[in-house]
Structure formats: structure tokens, C-alpha cells
């Protein structure tokens, strides 16, 4: 019934471009806090970025601040990470989630978060 799905990850050079996608199912994206994290191996999995509920507020992770942009498309139910310059370092699998938190901000942690998708692998390699 609630589901999320990623997709658009695959094998890309250091400084090109992907884009993801999160498409939700069951339930309203529009009225949730989305966030979009990833885990390397053998690493803690980190919040790379969020997107507010209503307001469209998002945040951003140091590392990637500047190159990354989250944005929802309340039409689709979908929620997208444009990735820009992209590095080695930014290799991991990458899942989206949401919370359904009345509150017009959101969060990099994964504590407010209730559903999660399976992830989708980005590789950056020359």
C-alpha cells in the first residue's frame, strides 16, 4: 500500500551529472517531509538532503551543498535529487524516505523519518 521507489542510479564519471527519482504510492508526497539519504560500505547512513512539507524548505549536507538539488513534483507524487559535479566520495546507495511530521522544516537525521524505499546504487568512476 505505502510505498517509495528510487530510481535513476547507475555508473557515472567524476563531474557528470544524475538524477533521481522518488515516487511515492499510497499515500500523498505533498504532505510530507522527504529526505534523501545514502550509505557507502562500511559507513553510517547520512542524510544528503531534505525538502520541507508545504513550504518547500530544503537543506543540505556540507559535502554536497552547491551541486545537489532536491525538488518535488506534487503532480507526479514524485520527489527528485538532481546531482551535479559528482565525486568519488558521493558512491553509495542512495534511499529516500518520509515522515509524516506536522512541521514546516525537515530533517538530515533518520530518527522523524517512518517510511523508506530499497535504494538505488550510484557509482562514480573514471
Known amino acids: 500500500q505505502v510505498q517509495l521507489v528510487e530510481s535513476g542510479g547507475g555508473l557515472v564519471q567524476p563531474g557528470g551529472s544524475l538524477k533521481l527519482s522518488c515516487a511515492a504510492s499510497g499515500f500523498t508526497l505533498d504532505y510530507y517531509e522527504i529526505a534523501w539519504f545514502r550509505q557507502a560500505p562500511g559507513k553510517e547512513r547520512e542524510g544528503v538532503s531534505c525538502?520541507?512539507?508545504?513550504?518547500?524548505?530544503?537543506r543540505y549536507r556540507d559535502s554536497v551543498e552547491g551541486r545537489f538539488t532536491i525538488s518535488r513534483d506534487n503532480a507526479k507524487n514524485t520527489v527528485y535529487l538532481q546531482m551535479n559535479s559528482l565525486k568519488p566520495e558521493d558512491t553509495a546507495l542512495y534511499y529516500c524516505a518520509a515522515s509524516p511530521r506536522r512541521v514546516n522544516l525537515c530533517s538530515l537525521t533518520r530518527l522523524p523519518y517512518t517510511y523508506w524505499g530499497q535504494g538505488t546504487q550510484v557509482t562514480v568512476s573514471s
Open positions: 525538502i520541507s512539507r508545504s513550504e518547500d524548505k530544503a
